[in-house]
């Protein structure tokens, strides 16, 4: 037969028990707040200069002073399901590519705390990541197809300051549509010069073969404005994220 606890002891038990729960409680909201930032950071495209993410992590302060200087509004902070990431800037290239037609990031002048390191020269500045054909074969260049009509619909808000129409001011791109007889967007639009060119598919591939694919090169900074351009549902190009930060 069991022992009968005494009063004192019972009261040490239900204490033992109520801080044996509340412990795992604090101990479940940390793993909440963890668990969305490391299923999202690997997807999460940070503006230019972001230091590797753990330091970024720990040196911005969620200011939004990038978000209010961006020209074309590219850069949100993370919501809610950001874990630990809440409030930390980012860019979702698809709906909004990074600007890189203005001589200097602003986003990266802005900055008070380096998150955005003002320390570097220009190419280590802006490397954010690199441009890959994911899907060569929903390619339209690949395909020898050409492009007419509007980039990404009429309803797309994404805007482009086009060098040849403003150089300034950024205008929509579903305020500017194309007629072209091969689509190379994603090399038209480039704001970086020689980051991507269009190539044969093959040394040996015939005069009469109009079919080319994008090139991606060293000089390209990941700013996302090919998987931003790209008229294929879904995108044929994307951006590989340059997750170890600029060298400082």
């Not at 590797?52 to 961006?70: N, P, T, Y």
């Not at 054909?133 to 300051?161: I, T, V």
Request: glycine residues 8%; contains cysteine; hydrophobic residues 35%.
């Amino acid at each position: 037969m069991a022992k009968r606890l005494t009063p004192k002891q019972q009261k040490e038990r239900r204490t033992l028990v109520f801080s044996a729960v509340m412990g795992a409680g604090v101990v479940g909201s940390g793993l909440m707040a963890y668990l969305p930032m490391h299923l999202r950071w690997e997807t999460l495209l940070r503006p230019p200069g972001a230091l590797a993410e753990k330091d970024l992590l720990a040196s911005c302060i969620k200011c939004g002073q990038c978000v209010q200087v961006c020209p074309v509004e590219a850069i949100v902070l993370s919501d809610g399901d950001g874990g630990f990431g809440i409030g930390v800037p980012y860019i979702d290239a698809r709906k909004q590519a990074c600007d890189f037609s203005c001589d200097t990031p602003q986003c990266v002048l802005a900055c008070p705390t380096g998150a955005l390191t003002h320390h570097l020269d220009k190419k280590e500045q802006v490397n954010m990541g690199k441009a890959r054909l994911s899907r060569p074969d929903a390619c339209l260049a690949r395909q020898g197809q050409g492009f007419k009509g509007k980039a990404r619909g009429a309803d797309f808000k994404g805007l482009h300051r086009y060098e040849k129409i403003d150089r300034w001011n950024p205008i929509k791109i579903a305020d500017h549509p194309y007629d072209l007889p091969l689509c190379d967007l994603c090399v038209r639009e480039c704001p970086i010069k020689d980051a991507i060119s269009m190539e044969p598919l093959s040394k040996d591939q015939a005069e009469s073969d109009t079919r080319r694919t994008p090139v991606v090169h060293d000089k390209c900074v990941g700013c996302g404005m090919c998987e931003m351009i790209c008229p294929v549902e879904k995108t044929a190009i994307v951006i590989d994220l340059n997750r170890e930060g600029p060298k400082v």
